[in-house]
């Protein structure tokens, strides 16, 4: 069982996806803000981190960045609203996936097992490398966001 953290601004969507986590037998949290989660990870790091990108304040790039800093075994799958967005998302940053609001609730699924799965690899074999400049570099390329 992972320890899931939903962070998103908008209250129905953070409901959404912790019930998608609840019902795989994961626990969840949820956090309004990237400083909200921060303080949620301080006090238990998560697993998993499903962020949106576009928030009020610190943004979900920014909160990326962080947690590769600060927590390099945590996933993080990144939630817009941009339909055609087509980054080339690396498993090198333990950014695994995007999701395109309204979610389709099986993408959210697979997305989430393989969040989970690539944190127990990076548990199992010690903490991920993170090239923090290139992993920059590509969530500031999603300027459109």
Excluded: C
Aim: aromatic residues 6%; proline residues 3%.
């Amino acid at each position: 069982m992972a320890f899931v953290l939903v962070v998103d601004d908008e209250a129905d969507v953070r409901q959404l996806l912790g019930q998608v986590v609840s019902k795989a037998g994961h626990d969840v949290a949820e956090a309004d803000s990237s400083d909200a989660a921060l303080r949620v990870m301080e006090q238990r790091a998560a697993d998993v981190v499903f962020t949106d990108i576009q928030m009020p304040g610190r943004d979900g790039r920014w909160l990326t960045l962080e947690l590769r800093k600060r927590y390099p075994q945590t996933s993080v799958v990144l939630a817009t609203s941009v339909a055609d967005l087509e980054p080339s998302i690396t498993l090198r940053f333990g950014v695994l996936s995007y999701l395109v609001k309204p979610f389709d609730l099986s993408a959210v699924r697979e997305a989430l097992k393989t969040a989970v799965d690539w944190h127990d690899q990076a548990v199992a074999s010690g903490t991920r490398d993170v090239e923090h400049a290139r992993l920059e570099e590509w969530l500031n390329s999603l300027e459109m966001l």
